[in-house]
């Protein structure tokens, strides 16, 4: 017996459209956050000159900061929040740094919770800014807990505030903000977020998560093309913030209180990637804002998830730890795999594909973010699949080793 919910219809609906655009010109997609693929339309704005010191220019920089703010969840924008947005020129570090070094006081001491590359960086920062700095290093992909945080805070009353990342890009950990945020103030600190491959897809609402500040980049979660960051912080701590910088160009208080008075940035501004941040903005609430974007990329996660599992392929980190950003998965046991090869084949099929950043393991990354979707997640597992194939992998297990390596993960989350 037919009836209305089965047969092509029924299909039809229950998959649900494409909602990207490919790339143009047979350009491959990155999965490799970021830069990300962004839309066509992303690209376009590029395709004009703006005046740094012009009216238009300068109304796009005022959007801007009321929109990310709002993403933020401080819904009455810059004149009667408590936050602030300050966009900054550079890559999404030079705002870790300039946070760093404008909001840790020069005689302040920071813990620094790190499990990957990104948490690594912020110690290498606080070291060359002399800022005191201690480091609960959790190794390649163990969440830091709450209750360690609290230990170490109650162990240590110099330590003035905590440095978190959200979501640590360098395994596709989601750390527990929300628990180290309670933990933290609890403890009457100030935590500073780097939610930089997180905010606009993963929550981050300051009226939920208290923050002193947090950073994020233009080419991550809101799918615009790489050349500033945004400091987004309490207005307070921006106003403590003066004369606490060891550098000019990445002060931020200085930044925050010229663009209050003029309306522009200090220095040349990125305008193109500022053009281009306004339509990706635009395209960013058009979704359903940042729970729209979220629903899109877990979906893509789940879907590589799924797909990469019927080749033999396991992701280092369990369901409860993987975020929708981006999966590591543990390199193939089989003798003939070899990544390079895997990496030039997958790149033949237009996929650009992520080297892995563990140091016991091999293992490579595949990026959720950008202007993909699930149709475009299967066929990056149909290039994984056409790839194993050419190399004369039959199956894709890992190593009895990864397994092993896995387990530690499962007994101690
Ligand atoms: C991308 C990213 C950064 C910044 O890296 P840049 O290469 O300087 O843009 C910092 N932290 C995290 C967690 C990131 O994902």
């Known amino acids: 017996m037919k009836s209305a919910t089965d047969g092509p219809l029924a299909t039809a609906l229950a998959t649900p459209a494409a909602t990207c655009a490919p790339p143009a010109k047979g350009e491959p997609y990155l999965l490799t956050p970021g830069p990300l693929t962004t839309a066509f339309s992303t690209k376009e704005a590029m395709l004009r000159d703006w005046g740094s010191w012009d009216g238009d220019f300068r109304a796009m920089t005022a959007q801007l900061r009321h929109s990310l703010l709002e993403i933020a969840g401080d819904t009455l924008g810059n004149e009667a929040g408590d936050y602030d947005c300050v966009p900054l020129q550079g890559s999404g570090s030079y705002c870790v740094e300039a946070m760093l070094g404008s909001l840790i006081p020069r005689d302040g001491h920071a813990l620094v919770l790190a499990n990957g590359a990104y948490g690594k960086r912020i110690a290498t920062t606080l070291r060359y800014l002399g800022r005191a700095h201690t480091v609960l290093d959790k190794g390649d992909y163990l969440p830091p807990r709450a209750a360690e945080v609290e230990r170490m805070l109650d162990a240590d009353p110099s330590i003035t505030h905590v440095v978190a990342v959200h979501c640590e890009t360098s395994s596709g950990i989601l750390n527990p903000i929300e628990e180290i945020a309670t933990a933290t103030a609890a403890k009457g600190r100030k935590l500073l977020i780097d939610s930089m491959s997180a ?60 663009m209050n008075r003029t309306g522009q940035w200090r220095f040349t501004p990125p ?26 990329y877990a979906n893509n996660r789940d879907v590589l998830v799924a797909g990469m599992h019927e080749l033999g392929f396991e992701p280092l980190l369990n369901a409860r730890w993987r975020s929708p950003i981006i999966v590591t998965f543990f390199s193939p046991a089989h003798p003939s795999f070899n990544f390079e090869l895997f990496y030039e084949l997958m790149k033949q099929q237009r996929f650009i594909i992520y080297p892995g950043k563990l140091t016991v393991v091999d293992s490579f990354r595949i990026g959720c973010i950008g202007q993909v979707d699930e149709a475009v997640m299967r066929r990056v597992v149909q290039a994984c699949a056409t790839s194993l194939q050419t190399m004369g992998v039959d199956h894709a297990a890992p190593p009895a080793a990864a397994i092993e390596e896995r387990k530690v993960l499962a007994d101690a989350a």
């Open 199 to 258: 905010f606009g897809a993963i929550p981050l609402d300051v009226r939920k998560i208290a923050c002193e500040a947090f950073v994020s980049s233009a080419n991550k979660c809101i799918e615009g093309v790489p050349g500033f960051g945004f400091v987004i912080a309490r207005k307070s701590a921006l106003h403590e913030a003066r004369g606490c910088s060891h550098s000019l160009s990445l002060d931020v208080h200085d930044q925050w209180d010229v």
């Open 271 to 296: 305008t193109h990637a500022v053009a281009a941040f306004m339509e990706a903005l635009r395209l960013h609430k058009l979704e359903g804002g940042q729970p729209a974007r979220l629903a899109r």
